[in-house]
């Protein structure tokens, strides 16, 4: 149990071009979904947390005009990098839960900008 | 906000022996501490979790145990085996949680 599923695995595009991540929780409702970054051998960084229904609280520093979040239902949320650029090339990592815990993590979008 | 600290950075073991990753936080508030596992690729994976008011939790070849006094808890791995090889991820959590720097754990046949 508790799966969730992360699309698309890995994505190649122009620098300039919007690009959306889904996040899916399989067999649960996700009341809370978290967007992490993480950079090549280090940990993970999160992004934003958000509630179904609710705008999703951002961390310092992460821009929210540039990383749109939207949770539209228990069970989906959605995370789009707005005119992306190189240095937006990372590995997208989501999360999701019930009650905050415990989080259960999709297996990643590789975002590759050129 | 909580300050996590995981050691070892890198782990290398022969097969069958054990491996011990430890960890320690700031925050006395803190009451959830789960490990995670993250093959190359792929997301973490929970692979075993403890609360505050659990010294010792064992799954198998797996055990946590947690020392509140002193603010660190400990991944145990009995009997390591290739497929053990990964980065595992100590995690300090309430409503948000909060990232050790992870241990490159290498398993030799």
Sequence with gaps: GAVVSQHPSW????????????????DFQATTM?????????SLMLMATSNEGSKATYEQGVEKDKFLIN????????????SAHPEDSSFYICSASTDYQPQHFGDGTRLSIL | GENVEQHPSTLSVQ???SAVIKCTYSDSASNYFPWYKQEL?????????????????????????LNKTAKHFSLHITETQPEDSAVYFCVVGGNQFYFGTGTSLTVIP
């Design chain 1, 71 to 82: 949770h539209a239902s228990l069970t989906l949320s959605t995370l789009t990098v707005t």
């Design chain 1, 34 to 42: 978290f967007w992490y970054r993480q950079f090549p051998k280090q």
């Design chain 2, 15 to 17: 097969e069958g022996d």
């Design chain 2, 41 to 65: 690729g792929k997301g973490p994976q929970l692979i075993i979790d403890i609360r505050s008011n659990v010294g010792e939790k064992k799954d198998q070849r797996i055990a946590v145990t």
């Design chain 1, 11 to 26: 994505v190649i595009c122009k620098s300039g071009t919007s690009v959306k991540i889904e996040c899916r929780s399989l």
